[in-house]
């Protein structure tokens, strides 16, 4: 159930002008008392709020959180129903998988302020600072789906994330193959998918996305041993954003996605390949033996084609291919 204040907030935020408090009560069904009470608990929370005689109510500044008010300013009121928004938690993706085990429904997104344990692939860690970044997992549950099809969906997200990115920034990261966003020859966003399939049937259960973007932080906000390979939208382009609207636009690009997997392909393909700073690179595939080699292109199930010195090719379904150039291989 929505609160009165977010509900308050949201609707100041939508207007972006002064409100009465006439037309917030016939609005929202609230007396003139509870808007009194909901301005004053928002004001305690940090937003500075004007209030002038015969205009209304006014957002004049806001701090940089991610809430209930915020996102319903920017999506509609069932869509936050599935939005379940926390302080702090070991990874977004443990606690969606323990949801989707209880029968969390198709499009059930979690958002943290913090992880404690934020998880990328192969088992490294994600920082994740709080108040700085944004942590999301979401729910699919696709309907009699082979699991060869969930492979390429990481290649969607990176797509789908960049998408997010440009329409709130105006600036467009590049896609490492397979699914990081990079900015500056940096990393700002580590995408995880995990599947889980019915043993019986070979079909998907659930697959949970988790996308951490790194939005306000700071050089120094990274640890030592990271701060060569991994930066923020705000150490690139020095512009503080508001993670919140971010957020939404997440949201809602995920699920434009949700919706499209896996019938239109090609739209994604083509986007993935025009983004993919892979290609064109040189390349060290990691794995029993590594290789250096030269990506020379994206197959249409968004597997990488590397050729090598002595001519062979091979195309690369998963794994690790590190680009020179970027996150300081020389």
Known sequence: ??????AVLAYLKKC???????????????????????VNTLRRDGYEISSVTNKGYCVTASPDVINDGELLARLPAERLQKVLLLDSVDSTNNRLHEMAVAGAPD???IIAESQQAGRGRYGRTFVSPRGKGIYLSVLFRPVALQPVLASTLAAWVAVAMGNAVYKVCGVRPDIKWVNDLVLGKRKICGILTETTVESETGHIR??????????NERPEDFPHELQNTATSLFAETG??????????QMITELDTLGAAWPQEKEHYLKAYRQNCITVGNTVRLSGKEE????AQDIDDNFGLIVRFDDGTQTTVISGEASVRGLYGYV
């Open 1 to 6: 159930m929505i609160k009165t204040k977010d």
């Open 16 to 38: 972006g002008n002064y409100v009465s408090g006439e037309t917030l009560g016939e609005t929202l069904g609230i007396s003139r008392m509870a808007i009194n009470s909901a």
């Open 107 to 109: 499009g059930q997104v």
């Open 206 to 215: 659930h697959v949970i996305v988790g996308a951490g973007l790194n939005v």
């Open 239 to 248: 512009i503080r954003y508001n993670r919140a609207q971010i957020a939404a």
């Open 291 to 294: 290789r250096i080699g030269y």
